[in-house]
């Protein structure tokens, strides 16, 4: 899968090591409302990595079935019901008390990261920025380690800032956004090379959900193994609850009761809670989702690198993929799909590392699909037109 044919094989990166100081008061991500054009223009969103088929009917049906009775009264502040059912589904023998529940896992991220004592934060580019900004709120020092030519985490890299830095928050991805690929071996590598215990690795496995063989993929199997291994998990991508925001973390207990400490009491609403029960218990509806996904991606990337155009897909694992521009600015080329096409698409120049010639899109349905390679398609032959905006 991992093929980067027609398109060198390079992703240009800034001189991120000085990128510590740029402003981080905020953080760039998909959905209609991140833009600064006008989000009611916005008739496709391909800029959120979301389940293309939304909400299952059976989690909607729960939600229609509990929300009289639990929308009066204050949820869970422990989501006991919620940690059992994740519990079940994740197995490898833990129980409630290596499971926090967020309002998302970027809620998670922050609470994490202001819960230990870490002075450092190492944190491969491109990546997903909020490692970056709740890092810098907590006064952390930031450490870039750009990712391979192939786009790939470089462990020994990141070993060796480990060793420069034994106090750290290690941030992995895994598979990576923006990318959409998984390092599975090499953050086993670095987790293995690590001897201080002050040193954590938080595995972000977001998107874990919608890879095959995600015993093989995930770090899962390590967690009772290493006490400095925590691996955060989101519902909101794969069970398309963005809306309602659920997440959790998976860790030692002694890590999650200090996290617990951070978090305020009803962080995680009741309609959260039942949906995320309801959604555990319909894992059809997960593999009806990745053969949809997998196909479409297949099916885009083929179209898309069908011949020489101004947009280059490159190789995904997930339901996203990165897309090389030529000859156009990524701002540009957003401008000019909305404006024109009423689709919006991730401009992937915010992302620290990365430069100004590449888009991410997710992978929807194939109606919609195909109107976005229709626009593709339109924006080649007529670049001059367009340019002109």
Known sequence: MKNFSNINNVIPLNDIEKETSHNLDSCSHGSIYSTTLNFLKVKIDFSSNINPLGI????????????????????DPNCTLLKKSIAEYIQYGIDQNWINIGNGATEIIHNFVRCLSSKNSIIPSPTFCEYELASKRCKMKINYVPLSKKLQIEPD????????????????????????????????????????????????????????????????????????????????????????RLGYLISNPKLIQQLKSYQITWNVNGIAQVAGIAALN?????????????????????????KESYANALRSEVNFFLIKLKN????IYQKIMLKFHGILVRDCSTFTGMSNDFIRVAVRTHKDNLMLLKAIYDINNNLDKYKVI
């Open 56 to 75: 299952s009917r059976f989690v909607l049906k729960e939600i229609k079935k509990n929300i009289k009775q639990i929308s009066h009264v204050y949820p």
């Open 157 to 244: 890299l990141i070993i060796e800032k480990v060793k420069e830095n034994s106090n750290s928050l290690i941030f992995l991805c895994n598979p990576n956004n923006p990318t959409g690929l998984v390092n599975t071996e090499a953050i086993e590598k670095i987790l293995s090379s690590i001897h201080s215990s002050k040193t954590i690795l938080l595995v972000d496995e977001s998107f874990i959900d919608f890879l095959n063989n995600i015993e093989k993929k995930s770090m899962i199997s390590k967690i009772k193994e290493f006490d400095n291994l925590a691996i955060l998990r989101s519902m909101t991508k794969s069970y398309g609850l963005a809306g309602l």
């Open 328 to 331: 156009i600015e990524s701002t």
């Open 282 to 306: 319909d894992q059809e509806y997960i593999c009806k989702t990745k053969k949809i996904i997998q196909k479409e991606r297949d099916y885009m990337y083929n179209k898309i690198n069908k």
